[in-house]
């Protein structure tokens, strides 16, 4: 009952969204400002039949995921010594500020320089993505229960027994919190890398060729693009969380 | 099978109070000896310098052989099955298949091979008790340590723990040193028995109880006559001595 009232409150924001589009667009009287939301549709739908969007739409899912494969890793790499020996983590500390204090533009443009216009996007999104999860996986090392590692102590486990049988599950739930949050960041990033330095194939070179041509409607169907293929992904990474959530319990 | 506790001092760091002061202690196994002592006093602090999880400020602490180890609150790991849970002391030096079937047996013997593959949230906080009791037990421990570990229970639930791990000391017979405020558990279960007060503690009662089975059930006179001088004794060392009638010193009878 309770998620039924959840999805029809959801449904009544969508469409009140859309409502203040409609409004707008009616004021503004400019397809060139703001397209209407019909027009825009129109448009996404005209895009997704061709072989162009198919492509940039695979090859961003392809950054997403190519970032998320190497920030998992090496987040979990740096996070889980960090969190248990002080050394680590205060080596480390001046690192993670300079890339939290570092603009987002920044980053793409040296990494521009570094890379090339393929591995840009997929190195800042990393680059964005690292401390958040890296921390949240240090949350969750120092979120273990004393009392469980005592009995561990007890045992004499090894340092990877440990690792399985205690750090491991005590930070899955920061893990999956970092990865929700970095998700949406991620796609931010790697789209706003890709306006920037227009790889071949890739949402954000069809964002600014159609900025560039002047057509708003084509800049709002890519967009709306983005934020469909967005929210696809964390459905799909929140029912993960789910099932790996259900066989934990 | 022993515990050798030599000229232990103990105190913890931003207190002045010594909690132990030249203290010794020593036990020999196999059998149970019950540590006594009012809430608070320190007994828990001993067990944990003889488990290692506390470092002596001076004095040695020496046990022969492995420890495990039964805790006030079951301690067992969430996400891990009933099965694994018991299994784990194990996983160190046996495979995870020989482990498993150890573990098996040890359930049987607790009642709860049914409940092997549940995770401890599914399990009443008895059953959990019972989980953590086969948990110490499949350890091939020489000295095992509890920390009250019937203490959450009602009467008749503890009393069946209580024969359970009598069942299961019969099975694997070891050393085993038991933390209770409950003189009638200590009575129903251990071979020898100290009290212990004062600060730093010191043991004021140190008693070979030597009742037969049916002497140490609660219903039983010899019971009642034992339970009621260690009452006296744990009366005493109470801070307030008129808590217990018959025993303390009340104020009108001065």
């Known amino acids: ?249 | 099978m022993t515990i050798k506790i030599d000229n232990l001092s103990f105190t913890y760091p931003n207190t002045e109070t010594a909690l132990f002061q030249n203290f010794s202690l020593y036990l020999q196994g196999p059998g149970v000896c019950a540590l006594l002592g009012p809430s608070g006093c320190g007994k828990t602090t001993l067990l944990r310098l003889i488990a290692g999880f506390l470092k002596p400020q001076s004095g040695t602490v020496t046990v022969e052989g492995p420890v495990s180890y039964v805790f006030q609150e079951s301690r067992l790991f969430p996400w891990l099955s009933i099965l694994d849970n018991v299994s784990l002391p194990l996983f160190k030096k046996a495979s995870k298949k020989d482990s498993r079937e150890r573990a098996l047996y040890m359930l049987e013997l607790v009642g709860l091979a049914d409940k092997a593959q549940a995770k401890p949230a599914e399990l009443s906080g008895g059953q959990q008790q019972r989980v953590s009791l086969a948990r110490a037990f499949v350890f091939p421990a020489s000295v095992m340590l509890m920390d009250e570990p019937f203490q959450a229970l009602d009467l008749p639930l503890r009393i069946q723990l209580m024969d359970l791990f009598l069942k299961l000391l019969s099975e694997a017979p070891r050393l085993v040193l038991a933390v209770t405020h409950d003189p009638r558990e200590a009575i129903y279960l251990a071979d020898r028995s100290i009290i212990l007060q004062g600060k730093p503690l010191r043991p004021v009662w140190d008693e070979q109880v030597s009742l037969s089975r049916e002497g140490r059930l609660y219903s039983s006179p010899a019971h009642a006559e034992l339970e009621a001088r260690m009452f006296a004794v744990l009366a005493h060392s109470a801070t307030d001595q008129t808590a217990i009638p018959g025993h303390g010193r009340f104020p009108w009878r001065r």
């Open chain 1, 1 to 249: 009952m309770a998620t039924k009232q959840e999805t029809l409150w959801v449904l009544l924001g969508v469409l009140a969204l859309l409502l203040c589009w409609e409004l707008g667009s009616h004021i503004l009287a400019s397809d060139l400002l703001l397209p209407d939301p019909r027009k825009t549709l129109m448009a996404l739908l005209r895009l997704i039949g061709t072989r162009r969007f198919l492509q940039a739409l695979g090859m961003s899912l392809v950054r997403i995921l190519f970032s998320m494969a190497i920030v998992i890793p090496l987040s979990l790499v740096i996070g889980i010594p960090s969190a248990l020996n002080w050394r680590i983590q205060a080596f480390m500390r001046p690192l993670f500020i300079v890339i939290a204090a570092t603009p987002v533009l920044s980053i793409i443009l040296i990494a521009f320089i570094w890379f090339g216009q393929e591995r840009t996007p997929i190195f800042s999104a990393f680059l964005m993505m690292f401390p958040v999860l890296t921390s949240n996986i240090m949350a969750g090392i120092q979120s273990a229960d004393p009392k469980l590692k005592e009995v561990l102590d007890l045992y004499e486990m090894s340092e990877l027994q440990r690792l399985r049988y205690l750090y491991i599950p005590s930070l899955l739930p920061y893990l999956f919190a970092g990865l929700h949050s970095s998700l949406s960041l991620c796609w931010k990033v790697v789209v706003a890398a890709e306006v920037i330095v227009q790889p071949r194939h890739a949402l954000g070179t069809g964002m600014q060729m159609a900025k560039a041509q002047l057509e708003t409607t084509e800049l709002l169907a890519w967009t709306a693009a983005t934020v469909i293929m967005a929210a696809l992904t964390e459905s799909v990474f929140l029912a993960y969380k789910r099932m790996v959530h259900d066989h934990q319990d």
